[in-house]
C-alpha cells in the first residue's frame, strides 16, 4: 500500500467525491472476487480474498462482491469472512462497503448468498436468470413466462430473508428482446429488486447499441431502482460500453482490478474509473459523472491482483501497464522533458505510482534521441556536451540497437567511462 505521504501527496480530484446522494454518483461494484475469479487459471485464496477486499474498500469501491456462495464451502467462508471483517470496517469518511454475493435464482443458492452477505452492515444479494432467447430455449430450456416468474420468486425470497438490498441481472441482455427485458425488470422492481444490472455477457455490444438498451430500460421500466452494467471485454469494448452506460443513465458500473475475468475478461475498473476521474467534469456525454475512488489505491491493488491471482497485466494496458507511463521515442522524451502534460494525460503519481521525483519515465532505448541521453547522463552525474556528447550518442545507439529491453543506468555508465571515451 503507498505511505501515508504519498497518499497525502497524489493530486486528487478538484471536486471531491463524497457518497452522498447525489444523481450524478456512479457507484463502483467490484467484482473481482467473483467474475475476476472465473479467469481460467486464477485461483485466490481465502486469506488473498481478504487482502483484496480490504484493498477494494481503502479504493473506495461501492460494493464488493465477495464470491459466489454456493460455488464450494470454501467460497462461502471466503464471503463470510470478508462480510464479517470488512463489511463491519469503517473507512475513509466513515463508509462500509456492501458486501455482496452472487447466486443463481433459487432457494439454496440464495440461502447460501444470505448465508456469506448477512454478517455485513450492508449486505447485498445478487440473483440472476438468463433472458436471451439463446440462454432460455437452449440451456435454461424454459418459456418465457416461466423465466419472469423465477426470477420474481427469486427477487421476493431474497427480500423475504430480511435483506432489503437485492440486485437482479438478466444474463445475456445485450442479446435479449428489450421488450422482454422491460417486462422482467418491471415484474422484479414490483418484487423488490433495488439495482438493475445489465450484462453484456458475450461482449458483443456495440457502444450506442448499449447506450439505447440503457436508456430504454430508464424509459420503460418505472420505479426506483439504479441501473448498472457489467460489461464484458469479448470485442475490447467493455469500458466503452460501460461509459455508453453511465451516459444514458446507469449509475453503477461492475468491473475488476487489471479487467480480469471470464474469457477476454470484464470492464477493467482503473479504466472505466480514470475515465470517469479524468473527463466526468467535461462537458461531454457522461457530463457530471463521478465516483468515490480514490486513485491513489489503483496501482496497489492492480499490483496486488496481478501478484495474487498470477494473471500478468499487459505491458501496454491502460492505466497499470509496465509502459503505460514509459516512453521511449526521442520526440515524446523530448516533449516530457520539457513538459510532462504532452504525452501524459494523468499523472502517476495520481493512480499511486511513483516514479521518483526527477523521472519522467524515459526509457533508454533505440528510439530515444539526444536530448533524453543528454539528461540521463547529467542525472548520472556525467554533464556532457558538445563532440563529447555526440560520440556518447553514437556509442549509445550502437548499444540501443542491439537491445530489445532497453538500456539501463548501469550500461549507460559504462558506455560513459569505458576506455576510449571522451568523458
Ligand atoms: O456476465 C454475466 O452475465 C454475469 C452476471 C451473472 C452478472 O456475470
Not at 467484482?31 to 487482502?51: C, I, N, V, W, Y
Not at 548520472?380 to 556518447?392: N, Q, S, T, V
Amino acid at each position: 500500500a503507498p505511505a501515508d505521504a504519498d497518499v497525502a501527496r497524489a493530486p486528487r480530484p478538484e471536486y471531491v467525491p463524497s457518497r452522498i446522494d447525489d444523481p450524478n454518483y456512479v457507484r463502483v461494484f467490484d467484482t473481482t472476487l467473483r467474475d475476476g475469479e472465473q479467469s481460467p487459471g486464477a485461483t485466490l485464496t481465502s486469506s488473498e480474498k481478504l487482502d483484496i477486499a480490504r484493498n477494494l474498500a481503502k479504493l473506495g469501491v461501492d460494493i464488493i462482491e465477495a464470491g459466489f456462495p454456493i460455488a464450494s464451502p470454501d467460497d462461502l467462508e471466503a464471503v463470510r469472512n470478508i462480510a464479517k471483517i470488512v463489511g463491519n470496517e469503517r473507512f475513509e469518511d466513515g463508509y462500509v462497503p456492501v458486501i455482496c454475493g452472487l447466486s443463481r435464482a433459487n432457494k439454496k443458492d440464495i440461502d447460501a448468498s444470505w448465508e456469506g452477505v448477512r454478517h455485513a452492515i450492508r449486505p447485498r444479494i445478487h440473483t440472476f436468470i438468463a433472458t436471451s432467447k439463446i440462454h432460455m430455449e437452449s440451456k435454461l430450456r424454459k418459456t418465457p413466462d416461466e423465466v419472469v416468474q423465477i426470477a420474481v420468486d427469486a427477487v421476493k425470497y431474497a427480500r423475504s430473508l430480511g435483506c432489503d438490498d437485492v440486485e437482479f441481472s438478466p444474463e445475456d441482455a445485450g442479446r435479449s428482446d428489450p421488450k422482454f427485458l422491460h417486462r422482467i425488470l418491471t415484474a422484479v422492481v414490483d418484487a423488490g429488486a433495488t439495482t438493475l444490472n445489465i450484462p453484456d455477457t458475450v461482449g458483443v455490444c456495440l457502444p450506442e447499441e448499449f447506450g439505447t438498451l440503457i436508456a430504454g430500460i430508464k424509459e420503460n421500466v418505472p420505479g426506483e431502482y439504479v441501473i448498472s452494467t457489467h460489461c464484458q471485454n469479448d470485442l475490447g469494448l467493455s469500458t466503452a460500453n460501460s461509459l455508453a452506460g453511465v451516459a444514458n443513465g446507469a449509475r453503477q458500473v461492475e468491473c475488476t482490478i487489471n479487467g480480469i475475468g471470464e474469457r477476454a475478461g470484464n470492464a477493467s475498473l482503473e479504466e472505466v474509473a480514470m475515465a470517469i476521474w479524468l473527463r466526468g467534469q467535461d462537458k461531454t456525454a457522461i457530463y457530471g459523472a463521478f465516483t468515490g475512488i480514490n486513485p491513489v489505491y489503483i496501482y496497489p491493488c492492480s499490483k496486488m491482483v496481478k501478484d495474487f491471482s498470477g494473471m500478468s497485466v499487459q505491458p501496454h494496458k491502460a492505466i497499470v501497464g509496465a509502459n503505460a507511463f514509459a516512453h521511449e521515442s526521442g520526440i515524446h522524451q523530448d516533449g516530457m522533458l520539457k513538459n510532462k502534460k504532452t504525452y501524459e494525460i494523468i499523472a502517476p503519481e495520481t493512480i499511486g505510482y511513483f516514479r521518483g521525483e526527477d523521472s519522467v519515465g524515459v526509457v533508454m532505448g533505440k528510439h530515444s534521441g539526444r536530448h533524453a541521453l543528454s539528461s540521463k547522463l547529467k542525472q548520472l552525474g556525467y554533464p556532457l556536451e558538445g563532440d563529447a556528447l555526440d560520440e556518447m550518442f553514437n556509442r549509445f545507439k550502437l548499444v540501443a540497437e542491439q537491445k530489445t529491453g532497453g538500456v539501463d543506468d548501469d550500461e549507460i555508465i559504462a558506455l560513459v567511462t569505458c576506455e576510449g571515451s571522451q568523458f
